[in-house]
């Protein structure tokens, strides 16, 4: 197969296969037949497109093939099932209806309500989202979270026998179900973001896949559920993808944010990301937790450096934060804005009180800031024992990096 066939194979499916499966799903009535016909539709072109040549409607050759298929598996099951026989019948005598490409329907809505739907595990609802709706392959996927292969495609075949076994309808939740439901799909693109935007393993500090494909569903879900939080979503994603140009050098180290030259953050994402967050503001009583994380990330935005930074006003939506969405990792994130605030000694009680309460004992991040807060107040060699013991839990090659230049920055005169 020609690299440019399989490329425009790759590229509708990755633009059309959210469309795709819905339609099928709809159609079927059967959301795991739906997505394993879609799979096998996809399989086909990647035979016959190099064959025959691209189709001049290659989602609606998708949608036609992957139709058809549905209609065999009604017949095999014809003979068990009365009802699969008779829809099979009438797909035959219906007409194709027309693709509309720029359309977006309640069948994609659907489908990320279902990947994410309550009964699955949080692994199992990525799984699902990134392979349903952002038309990844499970390598892909696999290659995204570094896991197996094999664990990925476990997950999806469970989370659709999960579902089959619950009979989850086809639809998107009635009105008094929908917010419920709403927080697990945010927080699914949220998680898949965050992976995205500072992997947790791995050599590649920055994993653009991930990201991309979380604000591009953010922004499908702005249209389609145009509530503040799914506004302060995609806002917070895009001013925080804004800075990725100047995360990375050229050697592929992570660049800190305090040494990050700011004329490469990217300006349309900014602005596309103040957009989104003026929404979130006007379509509601206010911000809720993500829409007040993108007005933190604004401030970085705006500011011409880091010592410009309107940090008391970080510290106060960190404060605002903490009580929408109290966790450690806030009250570790506020505590830096203090230290940027109002020094470093004012900083290091909030970190001293998470050390005492025994939380996030297993990441690098509470060892990092009290290193970086202790090196500030001359306090090296305590300083080198907590950097040390970040590098110890930090499973970031790329991160592992920054804490060893930070550790040998302190044997400096």
Request: charged share 25%; glycine share 6%; net charge negative.
């Amino acid at each position: 197969m020609s690299g440019s066939t399989r490329e425009a194979v790759e590229a509708v499916w990755r633009i059309e296969s959210a469309h795709i499966v819905g339609t099928l799903a709809r159609y079927t009535g059967d959301f795991g037949l739906a997505e394993d016909m879609a799979q096998e539709a996809l399989a086909a072109a990647l035979v016959t497109w190099p064959r025959d040549g691209v189709p001049a409607n290659p989602a609606g050759w998708l949608l036609t093939t992957a139709r058809r298929r549905a209609i065999d598996a009604f017949r095999r099951r014809s003979a068990l099932d009365e009802r699969y026989a008779a829809i099979a019948h009438q797909a035959d005598e219906a007409e194709e209806p027309d693709w509309d490409p720029d359309r977006i329907e309640d069948d994609v809505l659907a489908l990320m309500f279902i990947s994410c739907h309550p009964t699955l595990s949080r692994e199992a609802q990525v799984a699902l989202t990134l392979r349903v709706v952002g038309g990844l392959t499970s390598d892909e996927i696999a290659r995204g979270f570094l896991v197996p292969t094999a664990t990925v495609q476990a997950r999806i075949t469970r989370a659709k026998k999960t579902l089959a076994a619950a009979r989850v309808p086809f639809e998107v939740p009635p009105v008094e179900e929908r917010r419920e439901r709403l927080g697990s799909v945010l927080s699914v693109v949220y998680l898949i973001f965050t992976e995205g935007s500072s992997a947790t393993a791995g050599s590649a500090p920055i994993r653009t896949d991930l990201a991309r494909e979380a604000t591009r569903q953010a922004r499908m879900l702005t249209q389609l559920v145009p509530e503040p939080e799914t506004y302060g979503l995609l806002a917070l994603l895009e001013l925080t993808a804004a800075r990725f140009p100047a995360r990375v050098d050229e050697e592929g180290a992570a660049v800190l944010l305090e040494d990050q030259d700011r004329h490469r953050w990217d300006r349309s994402a900014i602005r596309r990301g103040r957009a989104a967050l003026q929404a979130a503001g006007s379509v509601g009583r206010g911000l809720g937790s993500y829409g007040v994380q993108a007005a933190i990330a604004e401030c970085h935005a705006v500011a011409p450096s880091v010592e410009a930074t309107d940090w008391s006003r970080i510290v106060v939506l960190y404060e605002a934060l903490g009580r929408l969405a109290p966790s450690p990792i806030v009250d570790l994130n506020r505590a830096v804005a203090v230290s940027m605030a109002d020094g470093p000694s004012a900083a290091l009680p909030i970190v001293d009180d998470l050390v005492d309460a025994g939380v996030l004992t297993g990441t690098h991040l509470l060892p990092t800031v009290r290193g970086e807060l202790l090196t500030r107040l001359g306090r090296v060699d305590e300083a080198r024992d907590e950097l040390e013991a970040a590098v110890r839990l930090c499973a970031s090659e790329a991160e592992r990096r920054v804490l060893e230049r930070k550790i040998a920055a302190l044997d400096q005169p």
